[in-house]
């Protein structure tokens, strides 16, 4: 078939990214579609979705996503789907949060954005990530960590640790006993 057999491929190829791009990310995503529902409608359209909650006006990128039992996607999460997505159960994602798995290399003078390259992203069980907190390519957030509302995780986050801020940094650790705080003779 040569030349004209592979052109006709290739537009087929995108009519249906185009297609399932449209259904996902338009029709499930839509406010009309209950969030208890939402996670039916993905599972039954190839999506790897556990029994969740999957907010309004989210982004999912693509089939490479994979979302674990019990979680809660708040409205207009983003899951970029370049690369893996893995959400294990129970993960808590709040609105707005970006998962970035895409990027570029850094390319020459007449373009720095190089070429496309993708690193997996993995929120491991009871991980919670707040609102408009963005993570970046290669991350992995450990279980049972908190990522702070607006904070930029650019490196892994530990179990059950709490990150916060741009870049994130651990601000405490949900494993070791809390410290108390000192009074003095005038708290008294």
């Known amino acids: ?38 996670w039916v409608l993905l599972r039954a359209s190839g999506y790897s ?26 409205r207009g999460v983003f899951l970029d789907g370049l690369g893996p997505v893995i959400l294990g159960n129970q993960v808590s994602i709040g609105m707005n949060a970006l998962i970035l798995t895409g990027s570029h290399e850094m390319g ?15 929120v491991e069980d009871g991980a919670w990530i707040g609102a408009n907190a963005v993570v970046m390519p290669g991350i992995t957030i450990g279980r049972g960590s908190v990522v702070g509302a607006g904070s930029v995780v650019m490196k892994d ?29 005038a708290d008294a």
Do not use: Y
């Open 49 to 74: 979705v556990e029994r969740s909650l999957i907010g309004a006006r989210g982004f999912i990128g693509s089939r490479k996503i994979v979302i674990g039992r019990g979680c809660s996607l708040n």
């Open 157 to 185: 986050v530990a179990p059950n640790a709490v990150v916060m801020g741009n870049p994130a940094r651990i601000v405490r650790r949900l494993d070791e006993p809390a410290v108390p705080v000192p009074t003095t003779s």
């Open 1 to 38: 078939m040569g030349e004209p057999g592979r052109l006709i491929r290739r537009v087929a190829a995108l009519a249906q990214h185009h297609v399932t791009n449209l259904w996902v990310n338009t029709i499930i995503s839509s406010s009309l579609v209950p969030d208890h529902l939402r």
């Open 108 to 122: 020459d003078p007449d373009k720095r954005a190089g070429a496309l390259t993708s690193e997996a992203v993995r």
